[in-house]
């Protein structure tokens, strides 16, 4: 059942604010290589410090005062902090747009709590993605997690234990599929991200999941022949494929409710 616009915007608030106070420090410490940070990446200032000090430093102030100053251009020639975190106003942007487009498609229940807990990870995977071409073992691992026991208790409290077992059929199958592709180049990360896609879709049908796992790939495919073209890298052009596989299973779930 389709919600009222109303209530989609105020999803989609809520959502903004989850991007804001969860997303966005998520982003910022695995947005390195490897590993994770802690502190400023200009001056190494502690900023993630327990949860007060960490909202106020990534979100309320999101320059670090501490770091060396860079001057702003005008004529005053004044002078900032460099900022810390993601782009002001984008994980709380990619995080409320997909939670109104997934709550304005109809589903509900645990479904709705699996494809919701998938959108507030993906978009702190997608983010990380696009800005290390890395998906993190710790997110990947609350992804799968969390649909899991989401989808369980949809099972548990509906006697959907049908689509349970597809669910979980579905992502081995897809699972094994991914790891054979990493051995012959796709990056582990993908492999590792996907079940828990394979998971949300496999709930639905197997038809579903041969769509949005497919659409991911095309989407995938598309981005990285812009990417070549527009770069002139050619081949070497690398293209983070999470995001692709991320919107295309969570475009797919969405429309079969």
Not at 55 to 70: D, E, K, S
Not at 161 to 174: E, I, Q, T, Y
């Amino acid at each position: 059942m389709s919600l009222a616009p109303v209530t989609v915007g105020l999803v989609a608030a809520a959502g903004c604010a989850v991007g804001a106070l969860a997303v966005r420090p998520v982003v910022f410490v695995y947005s390195v290589p490897e590993g994770w940070r802690t502190s400023c990446p200009h001056c190494g200032h502690l900023v993630i410090q327990g949860l007060a000090g960490t909202v106020r430093r990534v979100l309320v102030q999101p320059r670090c005062p501490h770091g060396p100053a860079v001057s702003e251009a005008g004529g005053d020639n004044r002078e900032e902090a460099l900022r810390i975190g993601p782009p002001v106003g984008l994980p709380e942007a990619v995080t409320g747009a997909g939670a109104a487009a997934v709550a304005g498609a109809g589903a509900s229940g645990w479904l709705l709590a699996a494809q919701m807990w998938l959108v507030v990870v993906g978009a702190a995977l997608l983010l990380v993605d696009i800005a290390v071409k890395r998906l993190p073992d710790h997110l990947t691992a609350a992804a799968g997690l969390g649909v899991a026991v989401l989808l369980f208790l949809s099972a548990a409290t509906g006697g959907l234990w049908d689509a349970f077992g597809r669910m979980v059929l579905s992502a081995v199958v897809v699972g094994v599929v991914f790891v054979v592709l990493a051995l012959l180049g796709m990056g582990l990360g993908d492999a590792k991200l996907s079940p828990s896609l394979a998971a949300v879709l496999g709930w639905h049908s197997w038809s579903a999941v041969f769509w949005g796992i497919g659409a991911g790939l095309v989407l995938g495919a598309v981005h990285a022949l812009v990417v070549a073209v527009g770069s002139g890298a050619g081949r070497k052009a690398q293209v983070a494929l999470g995001p692709a596989l991320l919107v295309g299973t969570l475009a797919v779930s969405s429309l079969l409710g």
